[in-house]
DNA sequence: ATGCTACTAGACCAATCGGTCTAATGCTGG
DNA sequence: CCAGCATTAGACCGATTGGTCTAGTAGCAT
């Protein structure tokens, strides 16, 4: 499918989504090696310590994405709102192509795993990155640093949310309804 | 530790807390049984499907304890506020006395599993059950029955989201700076 | 006491798990 | 052409998985 991409970053993409789907511990090596066609050999050859590298890995890439479509919806905001709003429909259309199941990108692939607390570390990481990129937009849409901040804190932990409501329902509704439920009607 | 609770309960109590730390592929039948100190032959009179059995009785059970817990925090309120401050007290004391590393005892063992269907049924009438408790108390304050539903919405979703933060921090503040983040400074 | 049901007890199973290891195969600079 | 490194390839490993099955025990009705 992927044939341009190098092994290393099929084999992050495929352990991506199937930990999306189900878990770090309910996906096996061996689901995440055929998905990107890759020998075991080779997994252990770009990623030592075996699936928990590879889903550290995998969950920095996914943050990182996340950040592109924050940044990209805040491009053309004239406020917080707007961005907010764009953001939230962006990922609404996201949860509509994925089949409405899979968790919540952000965060759903950094829980589990036999090493606590290596997980716990990357996911404060990439939840503060992820805070970062929002808050930034904030400070440039004219909010001082501290309002910026909270204003992006209490954003993503709606979002957070919003996505587990959105999958128990399978409807993307709840994603779109996000800023009106946060900011009042429009 | 439980020794006066039945067979079938210290069955639930040991999956819950286990899936609730380890999630519920990470966690194996012989853990379970050695923490409730039953023989398999015992769990699979109980629970005929097995693993599967034993987490949607899980999840329910779970889900009483948190009704348990609104319908706590809101005898005595004399607002919505009120309840829900005393309700985010409340779990962040919780929080404390887990490790803070645990999943959100409302969803954390809700998905994941390789029967997705009945998993996430089971998650949305826990979910809808835990929404409507929290309803009833703001009907019961004056509030019209779409506003309760909707404020019992934003609230949980809000709920969840801060759980998740707080335990990527190991700090339980964020839970109990909920009520001033969706309804602003006390 | 007897027969019946509810339950406990754990040996046993095939399948799968994550991980290691050796051999082969590019690919590169000399 | 060859030496040497990076990478691929997959056979193989012990451990553990969820689940089945048979045997035994406890308690109750008759």
């Given at each position: 499918?992927?044939?341009?991409?190098?092994?290393?970053d099929?084999l992050?993409?495929a352990?991506t989504?199937?930990?999306?789907q189900?878990?770090?511990?309910?996906?096996?090596?061996?689901?995440?090696?055929?998905?990107?066609?890759v020998?075991?050999?080779?997994?252990?050859?770009?990623f030592?310590?075996?699936?928990?590298d590879?889903?550290?890995?995998?969950?920095?890439w996914?943050?990182?994405e996340?950040i592109?479509?924050?940044?990209?919806s805040f491009r053309?905001?004239?406020?917080?709102r707007h961005g907010?709003?764009?953001?939230c429909?962006?990922?609404?259309?996201?949860?509509?192509?994925l089949?409405?199941?899979?968790a919540?990108?952000?965060?759903g692939l950094?829980?589990?795993?036999?090493?606590?607390?290596?997980?716990?570390?990357?996911?404060e990481?990439?939840f503060?990155?992820?805070i970062?990129?929002?808050?930034?937009?904030g400070?440039?849409?004219?909010?001082?640093?501290?309002?910026?901040h909270?204003?992006?804190e209490?954003?993503?932990?709606?979002?957070?949310g919003?996505?587990?409501?959105?999958r128990?329902?399978?409807?993307s509704?709840?994603l779109?309804?996000?800023p009106a439920?946060l900011?009042?009607p429009a």
């Amino acid at each position: 499918m992927n044939d341009e991409l190098s092994t290393r970053d099929r084999l992050i993409q495929a352990a991506t989504r199937l930990f999306r789907q189900r878990g770090y511990d309910g996906t096996g090596l061996s689901e995440i090696l055929a998905e990107a066609g890759v020998p075991k050999g080779s997994l252990y050859h770009h990623f030592p310590d075996g699936k928990a590298d590879l889903a550290c890995a995998a969950a920095d890439w996914t943050a990182s994405e996340i950040i592109r479509v924050i940044d990209d919806s805040f491009r053309a905001a004239p406020d917080w709102r707007h961005g907010v709003t764009t953001f939230c429909y962006k990922m609404a259309k996201l949860f509509d192509i994925l089949n409405s199941a899979d968790a919540c990108p952000i965060f759903g692939l950094l829980f589990e795993g036999p090493d606590q607390d290596r997980f716990r570390a990357q996911a404060e990481q990439s939840f503060d990155r992820i805070i970062a990129a929002a808050a930034r937009h904030g400070e440039a849409l004219g909010l001082s640093p501290e309002a910026a901040h909270d204003a992006a804190e209490t954003f993503i932990i709606g979002f957070q949310g919003s996505w587990t409501l959105a999958r128990t329902r399978r409807k993307s509704d709840v994603l779109r309804g996000l800023p009106a439920r946060l900011y009042g009607p429009a």
